[in-house]
Nanobody
Framework: QVQLVESGGGLVQAGGSLNLSCTAS???????TAWFRQGPGKEREFVACLSRNGDRWLYADSVKGRFTMSRDNAKNTMYLQMNSLKPEDTAIYYC?????????????????WGQGTQVTVSS
């Protein structure tokens, strides 16, 4: 069983920045990793994913150029740096991992999920 603990959410004004963190248990260096989000009244949507050694990544079109995903395998932690935030980025953000190392844009690829952290962007 992999446990994921998120931190870093909060309230920020439009144009501001936040950095989310997610620390995992187990052999993190083997995991495919991703971030998803769910806005109010919306379905969960893909944000970004990053391969086990950081050489492959994907971003949703809505966040390209503004969000950067990274990971530190020595710290068992993945990050989502969010810049130029917009009110439409308001959502609960979830980290997710696949212990077999796969990365895709599909939520069902990932077996383990964090508890979610709220990000609210005011206009």
């Amino acid at each position: 069983q992999v446990q994921l603990v998120e931190s870093g959410g909060g309230l920020v004004q439009a144009g501001g920045s936040l950095n989310l963190s997610c620390t995992a248990s187990g052999r993190f260096s083997n995991y495919g990793t991703a971030w998803f989000r769910q806005g109010p009244g919306k379905e969960r949507e893909f944000v970004a994913c990053l391969s086990r050694n950081g050489d492959r990544w994907l971003y949703a079109d809505s966040v390209k150029g503004r969000f950067t995903m990274s990971r530190d395998n020595a710290k068992n932690t993945m990050y989502l740096q969010m810049n130029s935030l917009k009110p439409e980025d308001t959502a609960i953000y979830y980290c997710a991992v696949d212990p077999e190392g796969w990365i895709t844009m599909r939520a069902n690829t990932y077996d383990y999920w964090g508890q979610g952290t709220q990000v609210t962007v005011s206009s």
